[in-house]
C-alpha cells in the first residue's frame, strides 16, 4: 500500500525557516516524481515544488524561487522542503504527493497528475 506522512509543520515567525518532510511507503521515490502542493483558506490547491530522482528534475513555483528547496534524503527515505525566510502568505496546508507525472522547467504543476497524497501537514507563518 503506498502512504505518503508529512510532518514538520508548525508556527513561524515570519523571516523564518521551517523544514517538512514527506515519507513515503509501499513505493520508492526511483519511480515516482514527488511534489509539494499548498492549500490556503479560500484558496485553489496550488503547486509549490516537485522533485524527480530519475531525471535528477525539480521545479519550483514563482512565488517561492530561491526561498525553498526540495531535496530527498535517501537515509531517511523522505523528500523534504527546506522553507526559508518564510512570509505571512506562506500560510496553507501543506500536502505531499506521488504521481508519474513530469517535473521541469515549464508550467506549474497539477495536482490532477498525482495519485497518491498525504493527509497534510499545517503551517502558519506570523507576521
Known amino acids: 500500500e503506498v502512504q505518503l506522512v508529512e510532518s514538520g509543520g508548525g508556527l513561524v515567525q515570519a523571516g523564518g525557516s521551517l523544514r517538512l518532510s514527506c515519507a513515503a511507503s509501499?513505493?520508492?521515490?526511483?519511480?515516482?516524481?514527488i511534489a509539494w502542493f499548498r492549500q490556503a483558506p479560500g484558496k485553489e490547491r496550488e503547486g509549490v515544488s516537485c522533485?524527480?530522482?530519475?531525471?535528477?528534475?525539480?521545479w519550483y513555483a514563482d512565488s517561492v524561487k530561491g526561498r525553498f528547496t526540495i531535496s530527498n534524503d535517501n537515509t531517511k527515505n523522505t523528500v523534504d522542503l527546506q522553507m526559508k525566510s518564510v512570509k505571512p502568505e506562506d500560510t496553507a496546508v501543506y500536502y505531499c504527493?506521488?504521481?508519474?507525472?513530469?517535473?521541469?522547467?515549464?508550467?506549474?504543476?497539477?495536482?490532477?497528475?498525482?495519485?497518491?497524497w498525504g493527509q497534510g501537514t499545517q503551517v502558519t507563518v506570523s507576521s
Open positions: 504527493a506521488a504521481g508519474r507525472a513530469f517535473c521541469g522547467m515549464g508550467p506549474p504543476i497539477y495536482s490532477g497528475h498525482y495519485d497518491y
Open positions: 509501499g513505493f520508492t521515490f526511483d519511480d515516482y516524481t
Open positions: 522533485f524527480n530522482k530519475e531525471y535528477s528534475s525539480v
